[in-house]
């Protein structure tokens, strides 16, 4: 079946890097995007990025150009989302989803949508 | 980028009707889609391009466009149901993608 499988929880400080990974299983990976979510406690959810899994090409918010990179690796069905200069309100569940290949941006999840689990991210010194 | 707003909250009760709104000039030029999210979980997308209903989702969810404004209905609300709702949209003027501020129901 469709899934999304993420990597563990993080611990990090301000100004480090987290890698985050998204390994895909039950479709055919390079048919489909990757959108990138947060959700910082208690707030709502926001929309990241998306990366094409065929070509690799991107699509980042505004707010996080420069500062985010999502990569894909075909050879294990898996997507990573990697973000440098943490700071405090970088704390946040980041989920993956499969969302459509198209580059023109109208929603985050294709249908049937497949999210991954969530990876807690925690920044603190 | 474009901005939606919805309430923060909206409660009912048992075998009523909620509505929450969603609006920003995001609409009509753009599809609204809908995803539940409860506590600890991933969010699932409960309607797709203003009014189309995903498969296995509850026929009780229903969704409305009108103007700037777009509106998710739940008939006969259930305790189930109680989650946080998000509206989802695209702005095109950067090929972006934008959240609600999400709606809490509360089903009393």
């Known amino acids: 079946q469709l899934q999304l499988v993420q990597s563990g929880a993080e611990v990090k400080k301000p100004g480090a890097s987290v890698k985050v990974s998204c390994k895909a299983s039950?479709?055919?990976?390079?048919?489909?995007?990757l959108s990138w979510v947060r959700q910082a406690p208690g707030q709502g959810l926001e929309w990241m990025g998306w990366?094409?899994?065929?070509?690799?090409?991107?699509n980042y918010a505004q707010k996080f150009q420069g500062r985010v990179t999502m990569t894909t690796d075909t050879s294990t069905s898996t997507a990573y989302m990697e973000m440098r200069s943490l700071r405090s309100d970088d704390t946040a569940v980041y989920y993956c989803?499969?969302?459509?290949?198209?580059?023109?941006?109208?929603?985050?999840?294709?249908?049937?949508?497949?999210w991954g689990q969530g990876t807690l991210v925690t920044v603190s010194s | 980028s474009y901005e939606l707003t919805q309430p923060p909250s909206v409660s009912v009760s048992p075998g009523q009707t909620a509505r929450i709104t969603c609006s920003g000039d995001?609409?009509?030029?753009?599809?609204a889609f809908w995803y539940q999210q409860k506590p600890g979980q991933a969010p699932v997308m409960v309607i797709f391009?203003?009014?189309e209903r995903p498969s296995g989702i509850p026929e009780r969810f229903s969704g409305s466009s009108s103007g700037t404004t777009v509106m998710l209905t739940i008939s006969g609300v259930q305790a189930e149901d109680e989650a946080d709702y998000y509206c989802?949209?695209?702005?095109?003027?950067?090929?972006?993608?934008?959240f609600g501020g999400g709606t809490k129901l509360t089903v009393l």
């Open positions: 391009k203003d009014s």
């Open positions: 039950g479709y055919t990976f390079r048919r489909y995007g």
């Open positions: 989803a499969r969302a459509p290949i198209n580059t023109t941006m109208i929603v985050v999840a294709t249908l049937p949508d497949c």
């Open positions: 989802q949209s695209a702005d095109s003027s950067d090929n972006s993608l934008v």
């Open positions: 990366i094409s899994a065929d070509n690799g090409k991107t």
């Open positions: 995001a609409f009509p030029k753009q599809h």
